[in-house]
């Protein structure tokens, strides 16, 4: 039955695909760095990303050579950055291994660091047409409906079946464009949040789920664990026209970025002034600057932000405390979305 979906998928794919830079000029290169970008992040929102990225690092020998706190800032804002550090691992891997040049076959591109099998079957159909299926969350959710697929579809073998059914099914001239319709579908009619457009599905007729009015009722997927709760005090210590930031530990959560110096848990006026002056310095002033929260895939952040304005000094480091004025904080100093909500205070003029 689902080999009868190819040939409508592909005519509508073909008709009302959306113009996307990536699908302009498909190299491998440039469909592996649009992949990586585009995994929990809005097109829209990836697009600038995608442009800069490619300004600075054209292709894989620059990608590969590029000094990590450059990389890190390049990406900054679309957060995963362990995906963009195994991106230059994986640059590396192809100039010692592959002459600069990602490989053209499916289980060599799949053994670099940081690609998996959708990543993998992205690269392999859309810039060598390898019939191989890319299958992500839209995919999944497409096949599931069409196919009733009662399993959990975060399981990795639910998965690896739809990956397989799909496989049977690849259309050895255009397994590219097939992927691709079907990532389409998902992102624009078959969609996660709210009712699916149905009406306008050019596979509707043989969806299970539509035929059985369950559509909502697919994918099938396990409740999610709750997220633990961290409670943080943002700390925005202003010296004059600078401001203070450091470095993350090397390992962990946001590993190597720069932040905002925080405590953990709420703490009052009086323990921010007591741990500033620990710190050496003099605070002049405090002020709130506002509760903000930041949502990664395990934790959440709630913070509670204080501006503290401290007697000028002229040291630029004070243990591991950086002060850094306006513009390198903009465009040297890579500072993950979670303290978005305070940035405002390190880049902007008050």
């Known amino acids: 039955m689902l080999e009868e979906i190819v040939e409508p998928l592909l005519s509508w794919y073909r008709r009302n695909k959306r113009e996307l830079p990536w699908r302009t000029e498909p190299t491998p290169y440039h469909v592996w760095v649009s992949e990586i970008m585009l995994q929990q ?92 299926p890319a299958v992500d969350g839209n995919v999944l959710r497409v096949i599931a409906r069409i196919t009733e697929e009662p399993e959990d579809i975060l399981k990795q073998k639910t998965k690896r079946k739809i990956e ?25 009619v078959c969609m996660p949040n709210g009712p699916a457009r149905c009406q306008v599905c050019p596979v509707k007729d043989f969806c299970l789920a539509k035929a059985h009015e369950k559509v909502v009722e697919y994918p099938k997927k396990a409740p999610k ?40 848990g709420y703490r009052s006026r009086e323990e921010i002034l007591s741990y500033v002056e620990e710190l050496g310095l003099t605070p002049l002033y405090i002020s709130g600057a506002g509760e903000a929260k930041h949502i990664f895939s395990h934790v959440e952040w709630r913070m509670k932000g204080y501006l503290i304005r401290i007697a000028a000094t002229e040291e630029k480091k004070i243990g591991e405390l950086i002060f850094a004025d306006k513009e390198e904080a903009k465009g040297k100093y890579p500072i993950p979305s979670a303290f978005s909500a305070y940035r405002k205070y390190i880049e902007e003029d008050f």
């Not at 292709?59 to 995963?80: I, N, R």
């Not at 079957?121 to 390898?130: N, R, T």
């Not at 496989?167 to 998902?186: D, H, K, T, Y």
């Not at 709760?229 to 090397?250: M, S």
Request: a neutral charge; glycine letters at 10%.
């Open 41 to 132: 992040t809005r097109v829209e929102a990836v697009k600038g990303y995608y442009a800069r990225f490619l300004e600075a690092l054209p292709g894989v020998p620059e990608l590969a050579d590029c000094p990590q706190e450059k990389l890190l800032k390049l990406w900054e804002g679309l957060g995963y950055y362990n995906r963009v550090k195994n991106m230059q691992k994986a640059a590396i891997k192809i100039r010692e291994s592959y002459g600069g040049e990602m490989p053209g076959d499916y289980e060599k591109i799949l053994s670099l660091p940081g690609i998996g099998s959708y990543t993998a079957g992205a690269i392999a159909s859309i810039a060598f047409k390898i019939p191989k």
């Open 164 to 188: 397989d059914m799909l496989e049977e099914i690849m259309p050895a001239a255009c397994p590219g464009e097939f992927n691709q319709s079907l990532m389409e579908l998902g992102a624009t």
């Open 225 to 264: 664990k709750a997220r633990r709760i961290e409670e943080k005090t943002v700390l925005i210590l202003q010296n004059d026209r600078e401001y203070a930031i450091h470095k993350r530990p090397p390992g962990g959560l946001l590993a190597g970025l720069y932040e905002l110096p925080n405590l953990e």
